[in-house]
């Protein structure tokens, strides 16, 4: 369904009065805003309802995405061009005297998530409707998403971020598909006359879940499929009831706030109730539906994939086997063929503190029937393997172990598919990570290298790039981004590179009058923008750009004719509230910023810019503008990475480890168009070998290291000396967990090669270019078609 811009400003000045009362001239951008989204809800709305009914009268098969995170961001455009409107709604709007960006900035970014592994699991949903997959996603709708970060004095501060505060124009309750979560209570099992055993509950809670649904939709194809995200409900009543009940603060709070890491497990127990939450919930309801199909049980894995991402909801496996044994009295035996058929898991890290354990006693006091099926599903790996393999390696890889379930092995058993991220990734899964399972399963595991929703990361967040692309190559590449390689045939056409040139030019424009606005630092759009935004971890270094940029301040200082290209180093990041060292990092970053924007001496010749609150709304505006992308965690630790791909589509040069994705972006680009340095992850691996990686050693013995690192405890950067002892110790006494300074000199060549290289302009131009060109290969929508044919077996969408 479309419309003509003439029949769109009638329909629209239409739905402002019937809502509001109100003529264009008095109305406020926030209530032109929610006009325009209702126009847009109620465009997709009879697809949403075709496509969910032609999922069942068709009966196809369907994947459930369980994931605790996701990361849409504004949902406003993206949905304005999959509907094939916006370039309408624009100037219609603008004929009514209305910026459309003006009415984008009323929607918050819905921040459901931590970063990566929440912007993936968006990306995905994406893409699903956009390739016409019958995909659905499962999680939690947090009435807090992730924190709003502030600075004061140069701390990281965290503002709650009370995103519904406004209302939530694309979600649609859905009271009647509400069902109940039981916590608590104890569980006897008792013998039944046909030697089954059933489940007699005593006590506990029941918690009610509400499902609160969003439509997402596909480009230019009808197809809407549905984010499902749950709402725990607690009544006063219900509250009367929790008295006396341990975890009754938790039970209240369910759905409040996201959990605000994404890698360090404390062990709360409000984690885990979450996690049982959204899990237990999401399967009700599929199962549910499943029995709307009136088709056997032990069918349902060819008309359901359940996919497990990341090990927070790995009770899936539990709670489906909890349905079939439980309420349906399957056997054991066959329950547990239909489970492992169904489901499928994917592995997002290797950093052994972000595999999730939990107490046996705290999973018993929380949801005892799933802790009894998993001490079952225990018994039996390990009955089924004793004398087959030796018993270290079935004690290694069972799931309970000295009082402790490991999810990762709860979601590797109970699963057909164990996938990793990036090549890398997926062979360090097979040959250090999960190698005892990758012996007992070696069917079970494949790579599937992670992707970007590439109509998002260009069209929608780059629109002058995407009318250039349009001019030279036409525009099939909107449909199909393999379709960028036809720039290559354009390398050598100076009119095409100074046009790239200029749409680059504008973009830093535009974002250097963003910083202006926000940090007061003037910074020059013909600098080289050199730009890491992503979480603030210790293994993605951002302690070692910094100190790169003190290196630079001391040379300059030493020698401020030193002929360098003027250069801004930015920084998008926020750190998990509880990290100590990364809220240092912060903290140091933005002194050395004070200190090096302020000094004349300088002549703007560096500048540092650290952006408050990085979401995916600011990647949208930073990505676009970004000379130099920085991806360079220590070789072996970044699983995958995402905006390393943003920033390619978008034509920065990355500069790079050999680490997850930037090796794959290596290969797509070739050697002379990308920056790499630093260690390589079987040289990381043999300093493990051997043990002996000496940092104190580089630090006395290379004076331009011992100089940088000094600079932290020596009173040039001011304002931060218990923070510059605690990264001097990190670095020299705890021997430089993340190889900083093993990798430092070889940075900076890496650097310097960047602003020798940036001199020439054609030669620049030329490689920026080529990662356009080849920015096709991490599409999520072939991500996606990937997983659908490998791991869940779904065909696109039948029209009935
Ligand atoms: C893409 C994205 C990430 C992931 O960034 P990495 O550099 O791959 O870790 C995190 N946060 C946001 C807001 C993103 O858009």
Redesign the pocket.
């Known amino acids: 369904m479309t419309f003509t811009k003439k029949e769109f400003k009638i329909e629209f000045k239409e739905r402002l009065q019937e809502r509001f009362a109100l003529s264009v001239s008095d109305a406020s951008s926030k209530e032109l805003y929610e006009t325009l989204g209702k126009l847009v809800t109620s465009h997709y709305s009879g697809n949403w309802k075709n496509t969910r009914q032609g999922y069942l009268s068709e009966k196809q098969k369907q994947v459930f995405y369980f994931s605790i995170e996701f990361?849409p961001?504004r949902m406003l455009k993206s949905n304005l061009l999959n509907l094939g409107i916006l370039d309408v709604v624009e100037e219609g709007l603008s004929d009514l005297g209305i910026d459309l960006e003006d009415l984008v900035q009323e929607e918050p970014d819905m921040?459901l998530?931590?970063?990566?592994l929440?912007?993936?699991a968006s990306c995905f949903m994406d893409s699903l409707a956009s390739i016409g997959m019958p995909g659905n996603g499962n999680g939690i709708r947090y009435e807090y998403g992730l924190f709003k970060q502030r600075f004061v004095d140069g701390y990281q501060v965290e503002l709650p971020d009370e995103w519904l505060n406004r209302g939530n124009i694309w979600e649609v309750r859905r009271e009647s598909k509400a069902v109940n979560v039981h916590f608590g209570g104890k569980v006897d099992l008792i013998e039944e006359a046909n030697g089954q055993l059933k489940p007699i509950y005593r006590g506990g809670y029941s918690i009610k879940a509400i499902p609160y649904d969003t439509g997402m939709t596909g480009f230019e194809n009808d197809t809407v499929n549905t984010m499902r995200l749950w709402s725990a409900e607690v009544t006063q009543e219900d509250k009367a009831k929790f008295q006396n009940f341990e975890g009754r603060q938790e039970l209240e709070n369910l759905t409040s706030v996201l959990y605000p890491d994404d890698s360090n497990e404390q062990g709360r127990r409000f984690r885990l109730s979450q996690e049982y939450f959204f899990v237990s919930a999401g399967m009700q309801s599929i199962f549910n539906y499943y029995k709307t199909l009136k088709l056997p049980m032990i069918d349902m894995n060819k008309y359901i994939a359940i996919h497990i991402n990341d090990t927070h909801p790995a009770m899936c496996v539990a709670e489906l086997m909890r349905l079939l044994v439980d309420e349906e009295n399957m056997s054991w035996e066959k329950a547990w063929d239909v489970t492992s058929k169904v489901m499928s898991y994917t592995n997002h890290t290797i950093m052994s503190e972000a595999l999730e354990k939990w107490q046996s006693s705290l999973m018993k006091e929380v949801c005892p029937r799933i802790f009894q099926i998993i001490e079952e599903i225990d018994r039996r790996y390990v009955e089924e393997w004793q004398g087959v393999f030796d018993d270290d390696l079935i004690k290694r890889t069972r799931i309970i172990r000295h009082d402790q379930i490991h999810m990762a092995h709860l979601a590797i058993i109970g699963s057909h598919s164990v996938n990793g991220v990036a090549k890398l990734h997926s062979d360090l899964l097979k040959s250090v990570v999960l190698k005892d399972f990758y012996a007992i399963y070696p069917e079970r595991f494949n790579n599937k290298t992670n992707g970007?929703a590439q109509r998002r990361w260009s069209q929608l967040s780059n629109p002058m790039l995407s009318k250039t692309l349009d001019e030279y190559i036409g525009k099939s590449w909107r449909k199909d981004t393999t379709n960028l390689r036809l720039l290559l045939n354009h390398q050598d056409n100076n009119k095409l590179l100074s046009d790239l040139e200029q749409t680059k030019f504008e973009n830093k424009k535009k974002l250097a009058a963003y910083i202006k606005e926000h940090n007061d630092v003037t910074v020059s759009p013909n600098a080289i923008f050199d730009i890491q935004?992503?979480?603030l971890h210790a293994y993605?270094r951002q302690l070692m750009n910094l100190m790169h940029i003190i290196k630079l301040y001391l040379d300059l200082k030493e020698n401020p004719e030193l002929d360098i290209t003027p250069r801004v180093f930015m920084f998008g990041a926020k750190a998990a509230p509880s990290y100590h060292f990364a809220k240092s990092v912060i903290k140091l970053i933005n002194e050395t910023a004070n200190l090096i924007n302020n000094d004349l001496d300088i002549q703007d010749k560096i500048k540092v810019v650290f952006l408050e609150n990085?979401?995916?709304s600011?990647?949208?505006l930073i990505i676009p503008a970004a000379d130099v992308s920085e991806?360079i965690s220590l070789a072996s630790k970044?699983a995958?990475?995402?905006?390393?791909?943003?920033f390619m589509l978008n034509g920065a040069i990355t500069l790079a480890t050999l680490d997850?994705a930037n090796i794959e972006i290596r290969d797509a680009v070739g050697e002379e168009n990308i920056a790499i340095f630093g260690l390589t992850e079987s040289e990381v691996y043999r300093y493990y070998n051997e043990q002996n990686y000496n940092s104190a050693d580089i630090y006395h013995n290379n004076p331009v290291i011992n100089r940088v690192v000094n600079a932290f405890v020596d009173g040039t950067i001011p304002n931060c000396c218990m923070e510059g002892q605690e990264i001097f110790d990190s670095l020299i006494t705890y021997n430089d967990e993340f190889f900083v300074l093993r990798d430092f000199m070889s940075y900076c060549d890496a650097q310097a090669w960047i602003d020798a290289s940036y001199k020439d302009t054609k030669k620049w131009g030329k490689m920026s270019l080529n990662n356009i060109a080849h920015a096709g290969h991490f599409s999520a929508d072939d991500t996606v078609r990937k997983y659908s044919e490998d791991i869940w077996q779904i065909e696109p969408i039948r029209k009935g």
């Open positions: 990361l961001g921040a998530g931590n970063g990566g929440g912007r993936l970007i935004i992503k979480r993605k990085y979401n995916v600011l990647a949208e991806q970044e995958s990475g995402t905006s390393n791909m943003k997850g």
